[in-house]
């Protein structure tokens, strides 16, 4: 708010002071005061009014003859005097002139902000005089309608916001939904997918400019791929730029993942760029993410607003993150087609040999997924382990020692039937008989869950089987039980479901040879599909379809002929589709939503029975009765 010019700019000290000391001036000049329209006082070194002028007597509705050498705390609230006396203090005592907005509240109660002018002024004798001026700003009822109206812009401003930024998220997250289903990621000309990325990313961040950059080879430079511009609606490539031209800039890219630039021009990692690139573009902000493909960085998506600069958020970081996985995932399988083209070219070996290293590929994937899930399940088995080991093994002595102890009661209570009082009052305070009587079933009930947990120790142990890295004969439905019982907390009955029931039909079957961890997977694939569809074909029936046919997983086991045994697992589920049933093996294929499925589970499931065991899997089902997969192995492995 511009400031008004004191009405006693035009009084210098010596104008002032000439007139003070002779009576008739003093009066003239107080008559000239009174006539000004703003409030004026005068204070002494003790803060005490020595003048103060009519417009001043009617702000705070008192009579000049009550003021004069009173000070503020005869008249204000403490807070507000406190505030006054500080601010006059710092005149007195450093001769600067003070300007500042307070509140005031007069004999009526009346708030109002106040603009007040101070200066130290001196007369001939050396004595220090505080002279004020006050303007009037607004009155309570005005800062009330003031902090509302700041209260409600600012809520404007939080609602808007927020809508802004449910805009940009619906934005990106049309832009991702729009890159997922779209079949131009697919084409086999690799621009058209790059250049489709670029338009999609360009729309969701509603950005000028939006480009990919690789890098050359040696890794000397970058080079643009494409670049979209969304004004002129056109596609570009070829520019390079180099490391040793711009090394601020390429050594951000080895140490960030996004490059989030609000200014361009003041940012130590791009102002190398301005006189070459954003300045003659007049690129005013940028936001770069680094492509990351199998363990480096092969180049950089950079997003350029023009104009004005450009504060990033944390979900356009995020949006930009989601597009360098897309350029990723195209690029790799460019790659990938291109590899696939030119041994398409060799001999029929070398296309063997190419299959056997994918599922190898894949497979070990898997295995280093289920090796880390196996060492942690036996890391936390060997830390259960042994403090139960320790009660278990103590419980026994422990029992003893109570036996002992209990006998010698009843010893003393046969020989002493008539103990002292105060015995006696301890007996019955502590219930001595019920004592006597439940603390061996105590015992006992701690002997039953110790020995539960070494149940449950054992078998996370048999399904881990961390040390069986070569083939060894192991108990079949050792493992087979040990995995449903990793899953019961899935199969076992809640307050608002029923639960799965297991049948289990076992053979009577030797010492299977056999990678025992590997299959345990297989179990547990199979198992959980078919949990998972049992799940969801109860959440479409009612509570009496469902106590009617309740959901069943029945295992059974036999040996089918003297070198090999037979696991069934059947479900009553929905069964499969014949279409999807013919592709339930492939890599990668999966029917369910995204992020709860990969695809890989039963492929790799087929791999460990096929080519690690020599056996076979085959699934059998059709829609609506259910599905059951055979897995027949031989005894011994060749």
Same mark, same amino acid.
């Given at each position: 708010?511009?400031?008004?010019?004191?009405?006693?700019?035009?009084?210098?000290?010596?104008?002032?002071?000439?007139?003070?000391?002779?009576?008739?001036?003093?009066?003239?000049?107080?008559?000239?005061?009174?006539?000004?329209?703003?409030?004026?006082?005068?204070?002494?070194?003790?803060?005490?009014?020595?003048?103060?002028?009519?417009?001043?007597?009617?702000?705070?509705?008192?009579?000049?003859?009550?003021?004069?050498?009173?000070?503020?705390?005869?008249?204000?609230?403490?807070?507000?005097?406190?505030?006054?006396?500080?601010?006059?203090?710092?005149?007195?005592?450093?001769?600067?002139?003070?300007?500042?907005?307070?509140?005031?509240?007069?004999?009526?109660?009346?708030?109002?902000?106040?603009?007040?002018?101070?200066?130290?002024?001196?007369? $001939?004798?050396?004595?220090?005089?505080?002279?004020?001026?006050?303007?009037?700003?607004?009155?309570?009822?005005?800062?009330?309608?003031?902090?509302?109206?700041?209260?409600?812009?600012?809520?404007?401003?939080?609602?808007?916001? @927020?809508?802004?930024?449910?805009?940009?998220?619906?934005?990106?997250?049309?832009?991702?939904?729009?890159?997922?289903?779209?079949?131009?990621?697919?084409?086999?000309?690799?621009?058209?997918?790059?250049?489709?990325?670029?338009?999609?990313?360009?729309?969701?961040?509603?950005?000028?400019?939006?480009?990919?950059?690789?890098?050359?080879?040696?890794?000397?430079?970058?080079?643009?791929?494409?670049?979209?511009?969304?004004?002129?609606?056109?596609? =570009?490539?070829?520019?390079?730029?180099?490391?040793?031209?711009?090394?601020?800039?390429?050594?951000?890219?080895?140490?960030?993942?996004?490059?989030?630039?609000?200014?361009?021009?003041?940012?130590?990692?791009?102002?190398?760029?301005?006189?070459?690139?954003?300045?003659?573009?007049?690129?005013?902000?940028?936001?770069?993410?680094?492509?990351?493909?199998?363990?480096?960085?092969?180049?950089?998506?950079?997003?350029?607003?023009?104009?004005?600069?450009?504060?990033?958020?944390?979900?356009?970081?995020?949006?930009?993150?989601?597009?360098?996985?897309?350029?990723?995932?195209?690029?790799?399988?460019?790659?990938?087609?291109?590899?696939?083209?030119?041994?398409?070219?060799?001999?029929?070996?070398? $296309?063997?040999?190419?299959?056997?290293?994918?599922?190898?590929?894949?497979?070990?994937?898997?295995?280093?997924?289920?090796?880390?899930?196996?060492?942690?399940?036996?890391?936390?088995?060997?830390?259960?382990?042994?403090?139960?080991?320790?009660?278990?093994?103590?419980?026994?002595?422990?029992?003893?020692?109570?036996?002992?102890?209990?006998?010698?009661?009843?010893?003393?209570?046969?020989?002493?039937?008539?103990?002292?009082?105060?015995?006696?009052?301890?007996?019955?305070?502590?219930?001595?008989?019920?004592?006597?009587?439940?603390?061996?079933?105590?015992?006992?009930?701690?002997?039953?869950?110790?020995? @539960?947990?070494?149940?449950?120790?054992?078998?996370?142990?048999?399904?881990?089987?961390?040390?069986?890295?070569?083939?060894?004969?192991?108990?079949?439905?050792?493992?087979?039980?040990?995995?449903?019982?990793?899953?019961?907390?899935?199969?076992?009955?809640?307050?608002?479901?029923?639960?799965?029931?297991?049948?289990?039909?076992?053979?009577?079957?030797?010492?299977?040879?056999?990678?025992?961890?590997?299959?345990?997977?297989?179990?547990?694939?199979?198992?959980?599909?078919?949990?998972?569809?049992?799940?969801?074909?109860?959440?479409?029936?009612?509570?009496?379809?469902?106590?009617?046919?309740?959901?069943?997983?029945?295992?059974?086991?036999?040996?089918?002929?003297?070198?090999?045994?037979?696991?069934?697992?059947?479900?009553?589920?929905?069964?499969?589709?014949?279409?999807?049933?013919?592709?339930?093996?492939?890599?990668?294929?999966?029917?369910?939503?995204?992020?709860?499925?990969?695809?890989?589970?039963? =492929?790799?499931?087929?791999?460990?029975?096929?080519?690690?065991?020599?056996?076979?899997?085959?699934?059998?089902?059709?829609?609506?009765?259910?599905?059951?997969?055979?897995?027949?192995?031989?005894?011994?492995?060749?």
């Amino acid at each position: 708010m511009p400031r008004r010019k004191s009405v006693l700019a035009g009084f210098s000290k010596m104008a002032f002071f000439h007139f003070v000391p002779q009576k008739s001036s003093q009066t003239f000049l107080w008559s000239i005061l009174n006539t000004i329209t703003d409030p004026i006082f005068v204070k002494d070194r003790q803060h005490r009014w020595v003048f103060v002028n009519d417009a001043f007597c009617q702000l705070i509705g008192y009579e000049q003859a009550t003021l004069i050498g009173k000070s503020d705390y005869d008249f204000f609230y403490k807070t507000e005097a406190d505030i006054f006396w500080e601010r006059d203090e710092f005149v007195f005592t450093t001769g600067l002139t003070d300007e500042n907005e307070e509140l005031i509240t007069n004999c009526q109660g009346e708030t109002h902000i106040i603009y007040t002018k101070k200066s130290l002024l001196s007369d $001939e004798e050396g004595n220090s005089f505080l002279v004020g001026s006050v303007r009037m700003i607004a009155s309570k009822d005005k800062i009330e309608t003031t902090l509302l109206r700041e209260t409600i812009n600012k809520l404007e401003q939080e609602i808007y916001e @927020r809508q802004e930024t449910e805009k940009r998220f619906r934005r990106h997250s049309n832009s991702l939904q729009q890159l997922v289903q779209s079949e131009k990621l697919q084409h086999d000309d690799f621009q058209i997918a790059i250049q489709y990325i670029t338009e999609v990313a360009s729309l969701g961040l509603d950005v000028a400019r939006v480009s990919v950059w690789l890098y050359t080879e040696k890794s000397l430079g970058i080079q643009c791929f494409d670049l979209y511009e969304q004004e002129k609606n056109c596609h =570009s490539d070829g520019l390079e730029l180099f490391v040793c031209d711009f090394p601020k800039y390429f050594q951000a890219l080895k140490e960030e993942q996004i490059i989030a630039v609000a200014d361009v021009y003041t940012d130590p990692r791009t102002s190398e760029f301005s006189t070459t690139y954003t300045t003659p573009l007049g690129i005013g902000a940028m936001l770069d993410a680094r492509i990351w493909s199998r363990g480096e960085v092969i180049g950089v998506v950079c997003c350029e607003h023009l104009g004005t600069q450009r504060q990033w958020t944390l979900e356009e970081e995020s949006f930009i993150g989601s597009i360098t996985d897309f350029v990723r995932l195209v690029i790799e399988s460019r790659d990938r087609k291109n590899a696939e083209a030119a041994l398409r070219q060799q001999t029929q070996q070398l $296309e063997e040999t190419l299959k056997e290293l994918q599922r190898t590929q894949t497979q070990m994937i898997q295995s280093e997924k289920m090796s880390s899930l196996g060492q942690l399940v036996a890391g936390v088995a060997h830390e259960i382990n042994n403090p139960v080991n320790f009660i278990y093994g103590n419980i026994t002595p422990a029992n003893n020692y109570i036996h002992d102890l209990l006998n010698l009661i009843n010893l003393y209570q046969e020989h002493y039937p008539y103990p002292v009082d105060v015995i006696r009052e301890e007996i019955t305070a502590i219930d001595l008989e019920f004592l006597m009587t439940d603390l061996p079933k105590l015992l006992s009930s701690m002997k039953i869950g110790a020995d @539960r947990i070494r149940q449950i120790v054992l078998s996370l142990r048999n399904f881990s089987r961390l040390d069986e890295a070569e083939y060894k004969a192991v108990d079949i439905h050792e493992g087979i039980d040990s995995t449903l019982l990793i899953l019961e907390n899935r199969l076992k009955a809640k307050p608002d479901y029923p639960g799965i029931k297991i049948i289990k039909e076992y053979g009577k079957l030797p010492l299977i040879e056999c990678y025992a961890g590997q299959l345990n997977q297989v179990f547990m694939n199979i198992l959980t599909n078919a949990i998972d569809t049992l799940e969801e074909r109860d959440e479409q029936r009612t509570p009496q379809e469902i106590q009617a046919s309740p959901s069943k997983i029945r295992i059974s086991t036999e040996i089918v002929n003297p070198n090999q045994i037979a696991i069934k697992i059947t479900d009553n589920g929905l069964g499969i589709p014949e279409d999807i049933k013919q592709r339930i093996f492939d890599p990668f294929f999966t029917t369910k939503p995204i992020g709860k499925g990969t695809g890989m589970g039963m =492929s790799i499931s087929y791999q460990i029975v096929t080519e690690n065991h020599h056996g076979t899997i085959d699934c059998i089902s059709f829609p609506g009765d259910g599905t059951e997969f055979v897995i027949i192995i031989p005894l011994r492995q060749p």
